[in-house]
Nanobody
């Protein structure tokens, strides 16, 4: 089964940028639909972006549209989340998730999840 490891989180000032990476092992990520989720303390988990297994469909949440971009590098077996114009309300633990031959599951219907990476937006 596929294992997912997120990286790239950290502390950034408002207006700054970060790129999160989700590296996969034990499976070929281009065979998996992948989503990026976040959860802040006391809040529900939210899907911020997703890409279908064949790359034909993408989803971006309204709260991050125009600021976040999901992409995939098949050669590196990695999915990225480019986050621009970050705001304090983007502070959360960010998780990637995958589903074999999956489409878009913004409600969280993925089988495989990473351990998460913390993103803190603060001055």
């Amino acid at each position: 089964q596929v294992q997912l490891v997120e990286s790239g989180g950290g502390l950034v000032q408002p207006g700054g940028s970060l790129r999160l990476s989700c590296a996969a092992s034990g499976g070929i990520l281009s065979d998996y639909g992948t989503g990026w989720f976040r959860q802040a303390p006391g809040k529900e988990r939210e899907c911020v972006a997703a890409i279908s297994w064949n790359g034909a469909m993408t989803y971006v949440a309204g709260s991050v549209k125009g600021r976040f971009i999901i992409s995939r590098d098949n050669a590196k077996n990695t999915v990225y989340l480019q986050m621009n114009s970050l705001k304090p309300e983007d502070t959360a633990v960010y998780y990637c998730a995958a589903e074999y031959r999956g489409g878009l599951f913004p409600n969280g219907g993925y089988d495989y999840w990473g351990q998460g990476t913390q993103v803190t937006v603060s001055s």
